[in-house]
């Protein structure tokens, strides 16, 4: 996927996802300026890609999911939240996340 490619999808949906062959593509050329380990769906990223602010992360079926971020505070925020969700569901909570909600502002 290209630069024009990704970046004119996530202009119509916040959310968007990719092929793994994009990730791989998209992690060669981007800084990873953070990466937790969910222990439930794979990892979570913070990329900078040429100038963009991303968000990287996986939904229990493997979908790989890319939202721009506003800001690195709202790009810490989305971290925090998705980690304290993935730690309530370790206790059994029965909690879901909504993958496609916009969390970039």
Do not use: H
Request: hydrophobic content about 40%; overall charge negative.
């Amino acid at each position: 996927m290209t630069k024009s490619d990704l970046l004119a999808k996530i202009q119509k949906q916040s959310v968007i996802e990719i092929s793994r062959a994009d990730l791989a593509s998209l992690l060669e050329n981007a800084a990873v300026l953070r990466s937790e380990d969910t222990g439930l769906s794979g990892l979570c990223r913070i990329l900078s890609w040429e100038g963009f602010l991303l968000f990287q992360e996986e939904t229990p079926r493997g979908e790989v999911l890319v939202r721009e971020m506003n800001s690195r505070k709202a790009a810490d925020q989305l971290m925090a939240d998705r980690l304290a969700i993935y730690e309530r569901m370790w206790d059994g909570c029965g909690c879901n996340i909504d993958y496609f909600k916009d969390g970039s502002s």
